[in-house]
């Protein structure tokens, strides 16, 4: 079942990939490695979620948006490398939670961006990750997820 098929099944499409909000590429790949530029939950070039959570966002529309920004971070692994043959593994995830002062649930909003990775990605998923909490992201994001993957050399 290709990774499309899984989203789906989950009732995910997986978006266009998203333009860069500044001077910077999406991707960047240096040897066996991806480094994925932040991503935020954006769904058709328009940020759907904003402001912080415990204040304009609940705990669940935090990880409704980091849902989207994990299938935004798919499809820029996708166009770079023109489909997920060739991704090895996620190998880490910086997950950055716009939120109140007191808000100490940042794990459990980047949790639906790692199981939405883990069902569609299956053993790809693994990785590592780290939770910050910040009192405002750039362009009042709620989520932003920063992602390194490893990919096998091209054929």
Known sequence: MTVEQKLADLGFTLPAPPQPLGSYTAVSEAGNLLFISG????????????GRVGEQRTTEDGKHAAQLTALNVLAQIKRHLGGFERLHHIVRVEGHVSCIDGF???PAVLDAASELFAKALGEKAGHARSAFSHSQLPA???VILVVIAQIEPAR
Not at 39 to 50: A, D, H, I, R, S
């Open 39 to 50: 991503q935020v939950p954006l769904v058709n070039g328009k940020l759907v979620y904003t």
């Open 140 to 142: 009042n994001a709620t």
């Open 104 to 106: 100490y649930d940042q």
